[in-house]
């Protein structure tokens, strides 16, 4: 067992907002799986259909994407977390900041919802063609944590990083 701030979880197994968890479908089997929690597909404003072109690869040890955050919108997700039971597992909201805007949107309509506790800000994307990753853009993320974040959204979150090498 863990927990995180006031969350409890069975066990600290999760699996991370990526290639598996587009899907209503992919979403239910890991809400029903053995994990500890369950986290959607990183969503933007709108639906997305990402980059084009074979965009992922696996074999029986290894995956490769540069998928390009397809997804179907952040209201897709919503209604699916929504249709899940809070008591049984917690589901985490990732939100993939494109747009400040766009954010700033999505943080107001979850704001109220009881059911999207600790949203996740992906701020790490390397997929998106034209775009770096926010993270690495240090004066960049910081004006989205205090122009973005600290004004619209009040309540604890997560971000998701890349790694960082130097």
């Not at 067992?1 to 899907?23: D, E, M, Q």
């Not at 039971?85 to 805007?101: G, R």
């Not at 600790?118 to 122009?147: H, M, R, T, W």
């Not at 973005?148 to 309540?155: A, G, R, W």
């Amino acid at each position: 067992k863990t927990s995180l701030g006031k969350l409890k979880f069975l066990n600290p197994i999760s699996n991370a907002s990526g290639v598996l968890c587009r899907t209503s479908d992919d979403l239910l089997r890991i809400f029903f799986s053995n994990s500890g929690s369950c986290i959607t597909k990183s969503c933007t404003l709108t639906e997305r259909t990402g980059n084009q072109g074979k965009s992922y690869w696996e074999d029986d040890k290894i995956s490769i994407n540069s998928m390009g955050l397809p997804n179907y919108g952040y209201k897709f997700y919503c209604d699916i977390l929504s249709q899940f039971p809070m008591s049984e597992k917690h589901c985490f909201l990732s939100i993939a900041n494109i747009d400040n805007d766009e954010t700033k949107h999505i943080l107001q309509y979850i704001f109220d919802k009881k059911y999207i506790q600790y949203p996740e800000i992906n701020v790490s994307c390397p997929n998106i063609i034209g775009k770096e990753q926010l993270a690495y853009n240090l004066e960049d993320l910081d004006y989205f944590l205090k122009n973005v974040m600290t004004p619209y959204y009040d309540k604890p979150y997560g971000l998701k990083l890349p790694p960082f090498f130097d």
